[in-house]
């Protein structure tokens, strides 16, 4: 089984990054023949504009541009697609966006037109969400900030694809807590990723 995991932060030496570390090293120790890929998407440089060329894409009037199938290419390649970030104004960062904004296009992650109705493509896609949040578990729940951003990410973004979000984490207190922790919890995440009798279940708060 092969994960991709995608990364989405400008310091290579920052938490997130060690976190998507940390759950690769969980996928190599949770089986043979378990591998995974890290998209670094600000080392590869993706571009995250969505441009004109995209917008022709969504209209069904051009073929993907190379860096998008490149990417697509990636995640057909995998069995699970993991999203690891830091949480920017309650949600993902522009980057992230961005890459979702032009990789999940028209007529590879959905089917739509005006008249016809909408096709969910990734119906065999299963995601796993690692959000790496600054604040506190007492200020996601009194300002309901993680049920916004689950409805916004997860059922907003990849139900609209027929994806499964298996995993949504919050990983909190992330700019004072001891990181040893999160990073624990990154490789158990990987561990489990292949592993449905050991699989993590949906997280609010830790």
Not at 6 to 24: D, K, M, Q, Y
Not at 74 to 87: K, N
Not at 93 to 109: E, Q
Request: charged fraction near 20%; proline fraction near 6%.
């Amino acid at each position: 089984m092969h994960a991709l995991i995608v990364v989405a932060h400008p310091n290579p030496r920052s938490l997130t990054h060690g976190i998507a570390a940390r759950v690769g090293e969980g996928v190599s120790l949770s089986g043979p023949g378990n591998s995974f890929e890290i998209a670094d998407l600000a080392a590869e440089a993706f571009d995250p504009r969505f441009s004109l060329a995209d917008l022709a894409v969504h209209h069904r009037e051009a073929p993907p541009p190379a860096d998008v199938a490149a990417e697509q290419a990636r995640i057909d390649r995998a069995d699970a697609l993991v999203l690891v970030y830091p949480v920017y104004w309650w949600s993902m960062p522009g980057l992230l966006k961005g890459w979702i904004d032009r990789v999940f296009s028209n007529g590879w992650a959905f089917d739509f037109s005006p008249d016809a109705k909408l096709v969910k493509k990734l119906h065999g896609l299963r995601v796993h969400l690692v959000a790496v949040a600054g604040a506190d578990a007492r200020t996601y729940a009194r300002h309901g900030y993680f049920g916004a951003m689950k409805t916004q990410i997860d059922h907003g973004i990849f139900d609209y694809c027929g994806a499964t979000v298996v995993t949504s984490e919050l990983l909190l207190d992330s700019e004072t807590q001891d990181p040893t922790a999160h990073l624990d919890a990154a490789r158990d995440i990987g561990r489990k990723l292949f592993n449905p009798s050991k699989r993590c279940e949906t997280t609010e708060a830790a």
